[in-house]
Protein backbone atom coordinates (compact mmCIF):
# COMPACT_ATOMS: atom_id res chain seq x y z
CA UNK A 1 0.00 0.00 0.00
CA UNK A 2 0.95 3.94 -0.03
CA UNK A 3 3.51 4.78 2.52
CA UNK A 4 4.49 8.41 3.55
CA UNK A 5 7.49 8.77 5.47
CA UNK A 6 7.64 11.58 7.68
CA UNK A 7 11.04 13.46 9.59
CA UNK A 8 12.15 13.62 12.02
CA UNK A 9 9.91 11.84 14.12
CA UNK A 10 10.54 13.95 17.38
CA UNK A 11 12.76 17.65 17.58
CA UNK A 12 13.64 19.77 20.13
CA UNK A 13 14.62 23.43 19.02
CA UNK A 14 15.48 26.67 20.95
CA UNK A 15 13.39 29.38 20.58
CA UNK A 16 13.71 31.89 17.59
CA UNK A 17 15.34 28.85 15.47
CA UNK A 18 14.21 27.03 12.22
CA UNK A 19 12.83 23.65 12.06
CA UNK A 20 12.21 21.41 8.34
CA UNK A 21 9.95 18.63 8.87
CA UNK A 22 9.82 16.64 5.29
CA UNK A 23 6.81 14.53 4.15
CA UNK A 24 7.74 11.99 1.17
CA UNK A 25 5.76 9.68 -0.58
CA UNK A 26 7.62 6.34 -1.02
CA UNK A 27 6.15 4.13 -3.65
CA UNK A 28 3.69 7.02 -5.13
CA UNK A 29 3.51 10.41 -6.80
CA UNK A 30 1.57 13.11 -4.40
CA UNK A 31 0.38 15.98 -6.43
CA UNK A 32 -1.39 16.92 -3.26
CA UNK A 33 -0.11 16.90 0.12
CA UNK A 34 -1.54 18.09 3.71
CA UNK A 35 0.08 19.63 6.56
CA UNK A 36 -2.29 19.11 10.35
CA UNK A 37 -1.27 20.58 13.68
CA UNK A 38 -2.34 18.22 16.84
CA UNK A 39 -2.33 19.65 20.11
CA UNK A 40 -2.52 17.01 22.88
CA UNK A 41 -6.24 15.22 23.18
CA UNK A 42 -7.50 16.88 20.20
CA UNK A 43 -8.11 16.66 17.03
CA UNK A 44 -5.52 17.47 13.33
CA UNK A 45 -6.61 20.61 12.56
CA UNK A 46 -5.36 21.21 8.84
CA UNK A 47 -2.89 23.68 8.09
CA UNK A 48 -2.45 24.16 4.37
CA UNK A 49 -2.54 21.94 1.33
CA UNK A 50 0.64 21.90 -0.85
CA UNK A 51 0.28 21.60 -4.30
CA UNK A 52 3.20 20.61 -6.10
CA UNK A 53 4.92 23.42 -8.37
CA UNK A 54 2.81 26.25 -6.74
CA UNK A 55 2.20 28.02 -3.69
CA UNK A 56 0.82 26.33 -0.55
CA UNK A 57 -3.41 27.21 0.27
CA UNK A 58 -3.05 28.01 3.98
CA UNK A 59 -6.36 27.79 6.58
CA UNK A 60 -7.41 30.56 8.09
CA UNK A 61 -5.33 31.60 10.86
CA UNK A 62 -2.41 30.36 9.74
CA UNK A 63 0.71 32.58 9.41
CA UNK A 64 1.79 31.55 5.70
CA UNK A 65 5.31 33.28 6.37
CA UNK A 66 6.14 31.24 10.31
CA UNK A 67 4.91 28.09 8.81
CA UNK A 68 6.77 27.73 4.94
CA UNK A 69 5.46 25.18 2.89
CA UNK A 70 7.61 23.79 -0.06
CA UNK A 71 6.42 21.13 -2.55
CA UNK A 72 9.23 20.65 -5.22
CA UNK A 73 8.48 17.53 -6.48
CA UNK A 74 5.80 15.21 -6.60
CA UNK A 75 7.05 13.20 -3.93
CA UNK A 76 8.34 15.66 -1.20
CA UNK A 77 7.00 18.24 1.00
CA UNK A 78 8.36 20.29 3.77
CA UNK A 79 6.99 22.44 6.35
CA UNK A 80 9.81 24.91 8.16
CA UNK A 81 8.48 26.53 11.52
CA UNK A 82 10.61 29.45 11.20
CA UNK A 83 11.81 31.41 14.43
CA UNK A 84 10.18 29.15 16.66
CA UNK A 85 8.02 29.72 19.89
CA UNK A 86 7.10 27.38 23.09
CA UNK A 87 3.31 27.96 21.51
CA UNK A 88 4.41 26.49 18.33
CA UNK A 89 5.24 23.08 20.15
CA UNK A 90 2.85 20.61 19.08
CA UNK A 91 2.56 17.35 16.81
CA UNK A 92 2.92 18.07 12.88
CA UNK A 93 1.18 15.38 10.00
CA UNK A 94 1.32 15.25 6.85
CA UNK A 95 -0.61 13.58 4.39
CA UNK A 96 -0.24 13.05 0.91
CA UNK A 97 -3.04 11.35 -1.17
CA UNK A 98 -2.82 8.63 -3.91
CA UNK A 99 -6.11 6.51 -4.13
CA UNK A 100 -7.10 7.67 -0.68
CA UNK A 101 -5.38 9.48 1.97
CA UNK A 102 -2.12 8.59 3.73
CA UNK A 103 -0.70 9.78 6.54
CA UNK A 104 2.93 10.51 8.19
CA UNK A 105 4.36 8.94 11.32
CA UNK A 106 3.98 12.63 12.67
CA UNK A 107 7.07 15.02 14.24
CA UNK A 108 6.82 15.81 17.67
CA UNK A 109 7.86 19.25 18.07
CA UNK A 110 8.88 21.05 21.01
CA UNK A 111 10.46 24.30 21.37
CA UNK A 112 12.07 25.17 24.69
CA UNK B 1 -21.64 24.63 15.48
CA UNK B 2 -18.35 22.58 14.57
CA UNK B 3 -19.01 20.75 11.18
CA UNK B 4 -18.40 17.21 12.44
CA UNK B 5 -19.13 16.22 16.28
CA UNK B 6 -17.80 13.44 17.46
CA UNK B 7 -18.39 12.38 21.23
CA UNK B 8 -14.40 12.47 22.98
CA UNK B 9 -14.58 9.76 25.89
CA UNK B 10 -13.34 8.67 27.13
CA UNK B 11 -14.68 4.99 26.52
CA UNK B 12 -13.55 2.32 28.58
CA UNK B 13 -14.79 -1.13 27.69
CA UNK B 14 -14.39 -4.90 28.50
CA UNK B 15 -12.37 -7.27 25.81
CA UNK B 16 -14.80 -9.02 23.42
CA UNK B 17 -17.54 -6.53 24.07
CA UNK B 18 -19.21 -4.12 21.31
CA UNK B 19 -18.07 -0.84 20.53
CA UNK B 20 -19.95 1.92 18.93
CA UNK B 21 -18.59 5.09 17.95
CA UNK B 22 -20.59 7.64 16.18
CA UNK B 23 -19.99 11.13 14.50
CA UNK B 24 -22.50 13.67 13.59
CA UNK B 25 -22.33 16.07 11.18
CA UNK B 26 -24.19 19.30 9.68
CA UNK B 27 -22.88 19.90 5.80
CA UNK B 28 -24.91 17.32 3.20
CA UNK B 29 -22.60 17.69 0.57
CA UNK B 30 -19.95 15.46 2.22
CA UNK B 31 -19.91 12.07 0.57
CA UNK B 32 -17.26 10.58 1.76
CA UNK B 33 -16.71 8.84 4.99
CA UNK B 34 -14.08 7.56 6.80
CA UNK B 35 -12.65 6.20 9.91
CA UNK B 36 -8.77 6.32 11.29
CA UNK B 37 -7.45 5.25 14.02
CA UNK B 38 -4.14 6.70 16.02
CA UNK B 39 -2.19 5.22 18.47
CA UNK B 40 -0.71 8.01 20.90
CA UNK B 41 1.96 9.90 19.04
CA UNK B 42 1.58 8.52 15.46
CA UNK B 43 0.07 9.19 12.79
CA UNK B 44 -3.47 8.40 11.96
CA UNK B 45 -4.23 4.72 10.32
CA UNK B 46 -7.21 4.34 7.77
CA UNK B 47 -9.61 1.54 8.35
CA UNK B 48 -12.57 2.27 6.09
CA UNK B 49 -14.30 4.84 4.05
CA UNK B 50 -17.67 4.50 2.33
CA UNK B 51 -18.85 6.55 0.01
CA UNK B 52 -22.92 8.06 0.58
CA UNK B 53 -24.63 5.88 2.48
CA UNK B 54 -24.95 2.28 3.49
CA UNK B 55 -23.17 0.06 5.45
CA UNK B 56 -19.48 -1.56 4.83
CA UNK B 57 -17.79 -4.70 6.92
CA UNK B 58 -14.25 -5.53 6.94
CA UNK B 59 -13.48 -8.27 9.77
CA UNK B 60 -14.29 -7.45 13.16
CA UNK B 61 -15.29 -3.44 11.50
CA UNK B 62 -18.60 -2.02 10.59
CA UNK B 63 -19.18 1.21 8.84
CA UNK B 64 -22.23 2.99 8.70
CA UNK B 65 -23.76 5.88 7.02
CA UNK B 66 -27.15 7.75 7.36
CA UNK B 67 -27.00 10.57 5.18
CA UNK B 68 -30.97 11.53 5.69
CA UNK B 69 -29.60 11.61 9.39
CA UNK B 70 -25.91 12.73 8.96
CA UNK B 71 -24.46 10.31 11.25
CA UNK B 72 -22.14 7.73 10.53
CA UNK B 73 -21.06 5.12 12.84
CA UNK B 74 -18.25 2.44 13.61
CA UNK B 75 -18.99 -0.43 15.16
CA UNK B 76 -15.67 -2.84 16.10
CA UNK B 77 -16.77 -6.58 17.24
CA UNK B 78 -14.75 -8.81 19.62
CA UNK B 79 -12.69 -5.79 20.48
CA UNK B 80 -9.36 -6.74 21.82
CA UNK B 81 -7.07 -4.61 23.96
CA UNK B 82 -4.76 -3.91 20.63
CA UNK B 83 -8.27 -1.68 19.69
CA UNK B 84 -7.28 0.78 22.36
CA UNK B 85 -6.69 3.73 20.23
CA UNK B 86 -8.25 7.23 19.23
CA UNK B 87 -10.50 6.98 16.85
CA UNK B 88 -11.54 9.78 14.66
CA UNK B 89 -13.99 10.08 11.70
CA UNK B 90 -13.15 12.43 9.14
CA UNK B 91 -15.29 13.35 5.41
CA UNK B 92 -15.12 14.98 2.65
CA UNK B 93 -17.00 16.03 -0.39
CA UNK B 94 -15.12 13.85 -2.84
CA UNK B 95 -12.39 11.62 -2.61
CA UNK B 96 -8.58 12.28 -3.81
CA UNK B 97 -6.96 15.73 -3.59
CA UNK B 98 -9.30 17.18 -1.14
CA UNK B 99 -9.26 18.28 2.74
CA UNK B 100 -10.26 15.87 4.86
CA UNK B 101 -12.84 17.28 7.89
CA UNK B 102 -11.98 15.48 10.88
CA UNK B 103 -13.75 15.02 14.39
CA UNK B 104 -12.69 15.57 17.56
CA UNK B 105 -11.64 12.24 18.04
CA UNK B 106 -12.81 9.21 20.43
CA UNK B 107 -10.08 7.88 23.23
CA UNK B 108 -10.76 4.45 23.60
CA UNK B 109 -9.59 1.25 26.09
CA UNK B 110 -10.37 -2.16 26.15
CA UNK B 111 -9.81 -3.92 29.55
CA UNK B 112 -8.53 -7.26 28.91
Known amino acids: GAVVSQHPSWVICKSGTSVKIECRSLDFQATTMFWYRQFPKQSLMLMATSNEGSKATYEQGVEKDKFLINHASLTLSTLTVTSAHPEDSSFYICSATEAGYTFGSGTRLTVV | QKEVEQDPGPLSVPEGAIVSLNCTYSNSAFQYFMWYRQYSRKGPELLMY????GNKEDGRFTAQVDKSSKYISLFIRDSQPSDSATYLC????????????FGTGTRLTIIP
Open chain 2, 90 to 101: AMSFSFGNEKLT
Open chain 2, 50 to 53: TYSS
